[in-house]
C-alpha cells in the first residue's frame, strides 16, 4: 500500500512539475569573444553570452550548428564543441566553446576584408540548437538576422 501511494504522489510530483509553466530564457548580447586557434579552415573560439533563466528547471545545450552569413555570403559553419550546462534561476555570463569551419578561405577573407569597408554587417545564423532538461529534449530552430554596426 505504501508502495502504491508513493508512486501515485511521485507521479503527481512530475505531472505538476512538468505542468509548469516555462518563462521564456532571456539570451543578451555576446559580451566578448576569445580566438583560441586556427588551423587551416578551422578556428576554435569561445563566445560569452549572459543567459538569465528564470524557469526552476536547468537545462544544458548539447549541441549548436549554423550556418553562417555575413552580408548574404556564406562563410561556413559554427559548432559547439562541449556542453554548456545553464543552472536553474540563474543570470550570469556563459563561456561557450566553439568550433567554426570556414568554406574557404579566399572566400572568408575576401568576405572579411569586404567588412571593414562597410559601416554595418548584417550577420545571418541559420541553423539548430540541441537542449535536453531531464528528460525532455528538444530540438530548437534558430533563424537570426541582425545588422551589427562596424
Known sequence: MKKRIFAILSFSFFLVVSCSPVEEVRIGPATGIEINGLSGKQISFK????????NRQSFTLRALD???LLNGIYIGKIRSTEKVNIPKRSSQVYTFPLSAELKSLSLSIFALTDLFLH?????ELKGMAKINSG???KTIPINEQE????
Open 47 to 54: 563566445v560569452m553570452v549572459k543567459i538569465e533563466n528564470p
Open 135 to 137: 528528460l525532455m529534449r
Open 119 to 123: 559601416r554595418y554587417i548584417d550577420v
Open 66 to 68: 549554423l550556418d553562417v
Open 147 to 150: 545588422k551589427i554596426q562596424l
